[in-house]
């Protein structure tokens, strides 16, 4: 309903605020009308008399201030201040205190001829909670007309409420609790928290249903992806490999877990720093680690093989056959020579004739003597007669080898053992690779 302000005429006798001393607009109703828009209530805050003179009944609501909801419990039987001793003004509010918003009654002016209301905090000097109103905190429900002990009638309240036209004002940081279900059939309610904002709406069952979230993106919590700049991250995404908060990233904790460490109030995120991803099928396989960097071949890592050696030994000689041979002799037929006789020939006019042969054992030239007047058949010299005789040969001495003969194995070859090699050296694991960051949408962002 819109906000009440009694005039002078409904002060009169058979009206329903005959009873009101105030009859003129306060200073704080026009307060409450220009906050309108940004704070008032959505549903609820009913202020109705229980037959007393110390307390009224308070239905519980849903109020708006600034734009942010909040929860107000009901009371059939708040109390009211210590009653007045002439006539005052009190009002009952909704006054949120963090995140909280409860009921509180603030005392009016105390009069005999012209109570008023609270003042507001825009206009004193000095603001006082017990005594002051102050609309960025508080909605205002009800002005609560006292005279004395005198009974709280119904013509004595007057609402001061202001509705605010859209159930969008109905927001939140959480999702909306039990209590929400005041705001009736088809209310609208916006989530206001960054991590798990997102609008919901009141079925007929009395349950809400999340029409959408604000996710900022298509990427789903607890997406990662490969981040390849030094630029900043995209809001709502953090650097994967971080232990975080249970409570602060409860919708990533959530699907994670403890599958990456953690445990208690903090869990861990896939730590990429050096390493691969690698796919499975296998649930239970997920945040495993596998493999390594480098790695050390064993001799059973190696193919069974074997070495060959066949080998041999060449035998280059060969042999001395320096030697000699003693003197020896020919036979009688050898070379050789004869003295050439004079007698009778030369007596007889034989004559000598020189021969100088091609080669000679000894002596020089040879004379012979031929005969002018009884010469021999072709001339022909006759010599002196020797009997059988021998000459020696001189053969000189040898010194050489007989050759190097052909090369020639001495055998088969020999089994052996060949000499070892190698340092047992770590082999990398790393193939051509470029490294890049890898980031997790953690929040709506």
């Not at 409904?10 to 003129?24: C, I, P, V, W």
């Not at 020696?392 to 050759?403: E, K, L, R, T």
Request: glycine content about 10%; hydrophobic content about 35%.
């Amino acid at each position: 309903m819109a906000l009440v302000i009694p005039n002078a005429t409904d002060t009169t006798s058979g009206n329903r605020y005959q009873a009101l001393d105030q009859a003129e607009p306060d200073a704080l109703d026009f307060e409450i009308v220009g906050n309108n828009g940004s704070s008032g209530v959505v549903s609820g805050g009913v202020v109705t008399t229980t037959g007393s003179a110390a307390n009224v009944a308070v239905s519980a609501a849903v109020v708006v201030v600034k734009g942010t909801s909040y929860v107000v419990t009901g009371n059939a039987s708040f109390p009211l201040p210590t009653a007045p001793v002439d006539n005052r003004f009190d009002l009952v509010i909704a006054r949120v205190s963090g995140a909280t918003a409860t009921l509180v009654a603030v005392p009016g002016v105390n009069s005999a001829t012209n109570p008023t209301l609270p003042k507001s905090r825009a206009v004193v000097i000095t603001y006082d909670p017990a005594n002051n109103i102050d609309l960025d905190t508080d909605v205002v429900l009800a002005a609560v007309y006292r005279t004395g002990s005198g009974v709280i009638t119904a013509s004595r309240i007057t609402d001061k409420r202001t509705t605010l036209s859209s159930s969008f004002r109905d927001q939140g940081t959480g999702v909306p609790l039990t209590g929400r279900a005041n705001t009736g059939t088809g209310s609208v309610y916006y989530q206001t928290d960054s991590g798990n904002s997102g609008v919901w709406v009141k079925k007929t069952d009395a349950t809400w249903v999340e029409l959408a979230q604000n996710v900022g993106s298509s990427l789903p919590i607890g997406a990662m992806v490969m981040w390849p700049c030094a630029a900043a991250l995209p809001s709502g995404c953090i650097e994967a490999g971080q232990s975080l908060s249970t409570t602060t990233y409860a919708a990533l904790f959530a699907l994670y877990g403890y599958t990456h460490g953690g445990s208690g109030a903090t869990f861990g995120t896939p730590s990429m720093h050096r390493k691969f991803p690698r796919g499975t099928t296998t649930v239970g396989e997920v945040g495993a680690a596998s493999g390594a960097d480098t790695f050390t071949l064993a001799t059973a890592n190696m193919p069974a093989h074997t070495h060959t050696m066949d080998h041999y030994h060449t035998m280059n000689h060969d042999h001395s056959i320096g030697h000699f041979h003693g003197n020896i002799t020919t036979s009688s037929d050898g070379f050789h020579r004869h003295d050439v006789l004079r007698p009778p020939y030369a007596a007889t006019g034989g004559r000598a004739t020189q021969f100088a042969p091609s080669t000679s054992p000894g002596a020089g030239s040879i004379w012979a003597v031929s005969s002018l007047y009884d010469p021999l058949p072709n001339n022909q010299l006759v010599t002196d007669y020797h009997f059988g005789h021998a000459h020696f040969v001189d053969i000189p001495y040898y010194n050489g080898n007989s050759g190097i003969s052909s090369t020639s194995i001495t055998g088969s070859p020999s089994n052996a053992t060949t000499g070892s090699t190698g340092s047992a050296t770590s082999v990398s694991n790393v193939p051509a690779s470029v490294y890049t960051r890898y980031i997790i949408r953690a929040s709506a962002g």
